[in-house]
């Protein structure tokens, strides 16, 4: 409120609450007044004269006062800077800090670090509160640089920082992702004589150091807190217990959960998400839904991203009856499905092979109920109706896609590009090829992979040279996929020395061959080469990181049985018994038919 001085003499007479109260009134009448000539004329020469008026007192409240009134942004700023002109006048960190939040509010980032940088210059004495807004505000309004160009000038000029203002600096450093430079704040912190890490501090810290992987180092920390006496917060329990699920401690991950019990500190939904999630990752997924439900019995309420998480977990383990439930369920606990949930839905109905006319209809239901579908949930359904060979109605979607806006999806072409392919659609795959990298200036990997694959199956080997060099021309590093697609070509048209080649090239340029790069030279080799390098193939698989499975052990078998190798055939089969393997059939009957001759050979009827 403005403060002015009352003409009425008879105010004096009149008892403290009554004069109070006739002040106030007059007052109001005055701030009404002059909001109004604010309003209708802005900031002006008006403006100026209602003030000579209406005597108000140009200070510090006043400018607060008149910051707070809904005029123009434009208008505010004016003002401002009027009053820091006036005589016996001076702007302190209040009135600055009002303007900074007008500016912040109106989105007015320039003026916002020009007023800023205004008030680092007077000599207004900042607070480690005031320090901690700007560095927040800032933050925000993504200008981290700025923000900690800011606290480092304060800092070193006349403001002692406090615990709240590192950790306002820390969490906006978190935020942006620079974990790193939270690591060197941290340090500088410590080193502050009258400035102590709090639980705050330390659960950003615990997570920067989990981003970066550190994790020994998370850990580490986290009983560091415990031996200064803090007490865990439930945000830094999820923390940890997320740390030891991706080094697959469970074990230890569950332990945190009783620790965090044993110390009557509550779990979250937060909590509950990440050790679903992470029990579920496991493939203990009947564990993670006894731990729903007893999250329910315990009276925590699940929200919409615990759900999801829960679902696909289902989802993915084939219980649909269950991921429906759940759905249908939702309602009861006052949470709304999302666009992720229908699409969590959608994929579970297509990888429990439902009928995909039922994926379709919850389609359907979930644009009904006003959720707008993502590119995921087109993926999702382009790929389910290429699995289930409708691909003209996964080509109308991909049409649809593009209708709506969305941009090309690589996933979604991958899928069709695909089961073209399988089809013997070549020319349909490759139209579909050239339109993704048109529409998008290249492509992924994977979707190169696909074509590759494609192209060396219907013996256009050439082309899949050219793409695998052009994808590589274009930066876009072939990955495992690409080079076992490449491989597979080779083989094919029988160039198994020139696979051979291009298998030691990926290693050298860093990508790590899998199992399905060893049995594609594997099958090369037993094919060329006879069992002799095939069987050379395999004693090194044996000895390396990689060990066979069960196509390994067919195919040498294989080429055994075509040299007539019996014997040695027969050890094999033995050693696959004993590894759990079962060997191809085909494979298996022409073994033992030609066991079968070699007897009656070796054994005449007398």
Same mark, same amino acid.
């Given at each position: 409120m403005f403060l002015v001085q009352s003409p009425d003499n008879r105010v004096e007479n009149l008892p403290m609450n009554r004069k109070l109260l006739r002040r106030d009134l007059s007052v109001r009448r005055l701030d009404e007044r002059f909001i109004r000539i604010l309003k209708i004329f802005k900031w002006g020469p008006d403006a100026e004269k209602?003030?000579?008026?209406? &005597?108000?007192?140009?200070?510090?409240?006043?400018?607060? !006062? /008149?910051l707070k009134i809904d005029v123009e942004i434009s208008v505010k700023i004016q003002f401002f800077k009027w009053a820091g002109k006036r005589r016996n006048f001076e702007h302190d960190s209040t009135t600055y800090m009002a303007l900074i939040h007008c500016l912040n509010e109106a989105r007015c980032f320039g003026e916002l670090w020009r007023t800023i940088q205004d008030l680092v210059r007077s000599r207004c004495v900042i607070s480690p509160a005031e320090l901690s807004e700007i560095v927040k505000i800032l933050g925000r309004a993504k200008m981290v640089n700025k923000a900690l160009s800011i606290f480092c000038l304060i800092k070193a000029r006349r403001c002692k920082p406090t615990s709240n203002t590192y950790n306002s600096v820390i969490l906006m450093l978190m935020q942006q992702g620079q974990y790193e430079k939270v690591q060197e704040l941290y340090n500088e912190m410590c080193n502050e004589s009258n400035c102590f890490p709090d639980t705050v501090t330390f659960t950003a810290l615990v997570s920067a150091l989990g981003k970066l992987g550190r994790y020994d180092s998370a850990i580490g920390l986290f009983e560091e807190m415990k031996e200064n006496g803090l007490?865990? #917060?439930?945000?830094?329990?999820?923390?940890?217990?997320?740390?030891?699920?991706?080094?697959?401690? /469970?074990e230890k991950a569950l332990g945190i959960v009783e620790e965090m019990k044993a110390k009557g500190c509550v779990p979250t939904v937060f909590t509950y998400t990440?050790?679903?999630?992470?029990i579920g990752k496991s493939g203990r997924v009947a564990e993670a839904y006894s731990i729903f439900m007893n999250m329910l019995k315990e009276g925590c309420k699940p929200d919409v991203v615990l759900i999801n998480n829960l679902m696909n977990i289902l989802g993915k383990a084939g219980r649909l009856e269950d991921v429906i439930k759940l759905f249908n369920?939702? &309602?009861?606990?006052?949470?709304?499905? #999302? /666009? /992720?949930?229908? #699409?969590?839905?959608? &994929?579970?109905?297509?990888?429990?092979?439902?009928?995909?006319? !039922?994926a379709a209809?919850?389609?359907?239901?979930?644009?009904?109920? %006003?959720?707008?579908?993502?590119?995921?949930t087109y993926s999702i359904l382009i790929d389910g109706f290429c699995k289930t060979n409708r691909v003209e109605k996964a080509l109308l979607l991909l049409e649809e896609m593009d209708e709506k806006g969305f941009p090309p999806s690589p996933a979604a072409y991958c899928?069709?590009?695909?089961?073209l392919g399988k089809a013997k659609r070549y020319e349909a795959a490759k139209e579909l090829f050239q339109e993704l990298k048109e529409n998008c200036g290249d492509s992924s990997a994977r979707v190169y992979a696909v074509m590759i694959k494609h192209l060396g199956k219907s013996g256009r080997l050439s082309e899949a040279v050219d793409l695998f060099n052009e994808m590589k021309k274009l930066g876009c590093n072939p990955d495992v996929y690409t080079y076992n697609a490449l491989m597979s070509g080779m083989v094919r048209a029988g160039m198994i020395n020139e696979a051979h080649s291009l298998f030691r090239t990926m290693e050298q340029n860093g990508c790590n061959p899998d199992i399905n790069s060893q049995n594609i030279i594997l099958n090369g080799l037993a094919r060329t080469g006879g069992p002799k390098r095939a069987m050379e193939m395999f004693i090194k698989m044996k000895d390396s990181k990689i060990k066979p499975d069960a196509v390994s052990y067919n195919t040498l078998l294989g080429s055994l049985s075509r040299a007539g190798m019996f014997e040695e055939a027969a050890q094999l089969m033995k050693e696959m018994t004993s590894? %759990?393997?079962?060997?191809?059939?085909?494979?298996?009957?022409?073994?033992?038919e030609a066991v079968g001759k070699v007897d009656e050979d070796h054994n005449p009827v007398i």
């Open positions: 209602a003030l000579e008026v209406l &005597k108000l007192k140009v200070d510090h409240r006043l400018i607060r !006062e /008149v007490q865990p #917060n439930p945000k830094i329990y999820t923390i940890l217990m997320g740390i030891y699920f991706k080094l697959g401690k /469970v990440e050790l679903i999630k992470g369920d939702m &309602k009861s606990w006052q949470c709304t499905p #999302n /666009v /992720v949930t229908y #699409n969590t839905v959608i &994929k579970a109905l297509f990888e429990s092979k439902a009928p995909a006319s !039922e209809s919850w389609f359907d239901r979930m644009t009904a109920n %006003g959720i707008i579908p993502s590119s995921f899928s069709l590009i695909n089961s590894k %759990g393997f079962d060997y191809d059939l085909i494979t298996y009957s022409s073994i033992l």
